[in-house]
């Protein structure tokens, strides 16, 4: 049996902040549609072939991105392969535990990947070196370092910058082998740099990157995730209120809007 | 022989004076050398050397008046959380006296009490009781969470720094010595309180910082006040 540890929220606070955001006003001063400060750093781990760390407020999140050889999936011959996995460290929220990982660390990694996987942020078949027998395989892994809500923008951000900061070395084919030649260096292939915008329902209000504490109080949360061009390439609905077509409509409009700003950070 | 000075920032394992000081709170003797035994700041009082930590949990003590958030019912008490690691229970009978009563009709989780510490027993069992002036149920007003180490510098001199809080704010504001504050006043007021609450507890370590408050205050507080000349300030009833 996995049981999640519940925050029980005063009834006081849950008040306050639902009455602020009936006003259109939020606890920490910023508007319905204001991201926190975001910052964001490139190439900050030595050892991994692409890095990054994503700061969204309190938020924070580092990525490492570390290739290897390996054998496609029967099923795909000629592609490579991106692979996420997130890691909620104990000491990045008190209601995170050691151990295997839970609900919301795969909802985490799952989002993530949906997300850059149908965003295609990678041109994967360019990572084939032998169809059907050798292709890169890019390992994605992030790490929460501090939780104060919003991790599937943050990571996403993150992660995307990460990709675009990633050199593997290149790799040919010489009489059947595999030769890896570690004096060059290639980027990764990029198609597309798709983002993430996440809402929060709470008393019948959009808030976008919602903090803990709008985390902890909301009825719902739908995070969609956005090409350059505008199409939509992952979404994903939580908590146990729903949405109405208009709600999801509006959100859409505003995800196009800050994705765009967003992207700015990439730059 | 003192190798610190008075509010000196130390971390563990810095040796403080040799033994002919007494060791105080978040210290230790190591062979006949005073050391810090916490990230803190030095106090010395006669030959009393202690540091006091610059982050610190709360830790229970009996007559202390807390503030605490109800996260359970059982059968005759109710558990809180009072922001420690150790949690408080209020038993029924200290509400209801020898009547029978459904619990949550009193109090339902989610609730935020004003409480008193009756008792710590060896196992750090937190018994805690709402008889005196002032203690119960709140109603409205928002939570700030500062570290409890801070409180009183947050109090101030026999309440002047919090005394000036409330004066300027017109908030009414209540500090449990776990380091849960309450505020209730105007929305814009209580944020003015937090902001000023929450930059209380990132400087308090500094000196000159009733000026620092009042200053921000004034400023924080200059603003609203421009903002509203057209509209005649409303008297506001205390309590």
Not at chain 1, 191 to 217: H, Q, R, Y
Not at chain 2, 100 to 124: M, N, P, Q, T, Y
Request: aromatic share 4%; hydrophobic share 40%.
């Amino acid at each position: 049996m996995v049981m999640t540890m519940v925050s029980i929220v005063p009834e006081i606070t849950r008040r306050s902040i639902t009455e602020l955001i009936r006003k259109g006003e939020r606890a920490d001063g910023r508007s319905p549609d204001d991201y926190r400060d975001i910052e964001l750093e490139v190439g900050i781990i030595e050892k991994a072939e692409g890095s990054a760390r994503v700061k969204m407020g309190n938020t924070q999140i580092m990525i490492g991105i570390k290739p290897q050889i390996g054998e496609p999936f029967a099923d795909t011959p000629n592609v490579g392969v991106l692979m996420t996995n997130s890691e909620l460290l104990p000491m990045a929220s008190p209601t995170f535990e050691p151990g295997p990982p839970d609900e919301r660390s795969v909802e985490l990694a799952r989002v993530t990947d949906r997300c850059l996987r149908e965003g295609k942020v990678i041109d994967l078949e360019k990572l084939c070196i032998i169809e059907g027998e050798k292709v890169w395989m890019i390992f994605l892994d992030l790490h929460v370092l501090d939780y104060d809500g919003n991790l599937m923008d943050a990571a996403v951000l993150g992660s995307v910058a990460a990709i675009l900061n990633t050199k593997i070395p290149t790799a040919k084919v010489e009489n059947d082998k595999i030769v890896i030649d570690e004096e060059n260096f290639m980027e990764l292939p990029i198609k597309e740099t798709p983002l993430m915008c996440t809402f929060a329902k709470i008393g019948g209000e959009l808030v976008i990157d919602p903090s803990l504490d709008e985390e902890n109080i909301m009825d719902a949360r739908i995070s969609i995730g956005m090409r350059e061009d505008g199409s939509i390439c992952a979404m994903q609905k939580g908590g146990e209120m729903p949405f109405t077509n208009e709600e999801i409509i509006k959100a859409i409009g505003i995800t196009s809007q800050k994705t765009g700003e967003l992207r700015k950070h990439l730059k | 022989m003192i190798f610190v000075e008075d509010k000196n920032l130390v971390v563990p394992g810095d040796v403080l004076a040799d033994d002919e000081y007494h060791t105080g709170r978040g210290t230790f003797k190591e062979g006949n050398k005073i050391c810090s035994s916490l990230v803190g700041l030095v106090a010395v009082r006669d030959k009393k050397i202690s540091v006091i930590p610059l982050q610190s949990k709360y830790i229970p003590k009996r007559g202390d008046v807390v503030i605490g958030e109800i996260t359970d019912i059982r059968f005759s008490m109710w558990n809180l959380d009072i922001n420690s690691p150790y949690s408080g229970f209020l038993p029924a009978s200290d509400v209801f006296g020898k009547e029978k009563r459904d619990l949550s009709k009193a109090f339902d989780v989610g609730d935020v009490l004003f409480l008193r510490v009756v008792d710590v027993d060896e196992v750090k069992k937190v018994k805690l009781g709402l008889k005196g002036r002032g203690l119960g149920k709140f109603r409205g007003g928002i939570l700030i969470y500062i570290t409890p180490t801070k409180v009183p510098r947050l109090i101030g001199k026999k309440g002047s720094m919090i005394n000036m809080i409330k004066d300027e704010t017109k908030c009414d504001i209540i500090v449990g010595q776990n380091g849960v504050v309450w505020v209730k006043g105007k929305p814009e007021m209580e944020r003015i309180a937090e902001r000023v609450i929450n930059m209380i507890e990132d400087q308090a370590h500094t000196s000159g910082l009733t000026d620092r408050v009042r200053n921000m205050l004034y400023e924080l507080l200059g603003k609203e006040i421009e903002d509203e000349e057209e509209v005649p300030e409303p008297d506001i009833e205390e309590g």
